[in-house]
């Protein structure tokens, strides 16, 4: 590995993780030795200070995140009022109506009744306070539940939840309780891969049933 692609694979890393991340985790992450990590670090932060970036590396405790210089926080924030005040997509919409009649509910829970992943649609519609964490279920993982926000009720013109408009047929929504016993089910039956195992169980039970038809016209 050359030293650029070195100083890039930090950044990438650093980038994409968010938080304050360690030499140690960098290093482990990256395939390099802590001490070229360390010293990678200080060359893209020189690079970064050299060509005038509009980013900077952050030391905190013994940690390094790739922030957004200070000078630039009004542009940010302009940017980011703008977002939030773009029209909800599709997908927002049909996350929202998801959670806010079965609330509280994991993304797990969106994505199966979806059939897609959300995890950006939820994170999304919570920064823009729509969403909020209501707890964690006693689970491997211990995965966030979310309900909808005052907020939410406001931009709606609810005055309370209970307002809004009854679905077709409220059978098979779920309380806190039977969301919790569904995912423990879920963990329980497919723990490594939920997704790729279940298909593989269906597809099996499918050949079941065709072998089972053939032998009865067999018969």
């Known amino acids: 590995m050359t030293l650029a692609e070195g100083i890039a694979a930090v950044e990438a890393i650093m980038f994409a993780y968010g938080d304050p991340i360690t030499i140690e985790k960098l290093a482990e992450a990256s395939g390099i030795d802590e001490e070229t990590t360390a ?11 050299v060509r005038e970036s509009g980013l ?12 957004a210089r200070p000078e630039f926080s009004e542009s940010i924030k302009k940017a980011l009022e703008t977002r939030k005040q773009q029209p909800l997509s599709q ?5 929202l109506a998801i959670i806010a009649y079965n609330q509280p509910v994991t993304k797990s829970f969106v994505e199966q009744v979806r059939g897609i992943d959300s995890s950006s649609v939820v994170n999304t519609l919570a920064e823009r ?3 909020e964490e209501a707890g964690r279920l006693e689970l491997p993982g211990r995965p966030i539940a979310y309900r909808t926000t005052d907020t939410f009720l406001r931009c709606f013109g609810l005055s309370r939840i209970e307002e809004l408009p009854p679905l077709p047929d409220r059978e ?3 309380d806190f309780d039977e969301l919790e016993e569904m995912e423990r089910e879920r963990e329980l039956e497919y723990p490594d891969s939920p997704d790729e195992d279940a298909q593989t169980y269906f597809e ?3 050949e079941d049933e065709t072998s089972d038809d053939n032998n009865n016209e067999e018969e």
């Open 39 to 49: 010293k990678l670090v200080d060359r893209l932060e020189k690079q970064y200070n």
């Open 56 to 67: 900077r590396i952050l030391r905190i405790n013994n940690g390094y995140q790739i922030a």
């Open 91 to 95: 997908a927002a919409m049909e996350v």
């Open 129 to 131: 306070g729509l969403l």
């Open 172 to 174: 098979g929504q779920l």
């Open 204 to 206: 099996d039970d499918a």
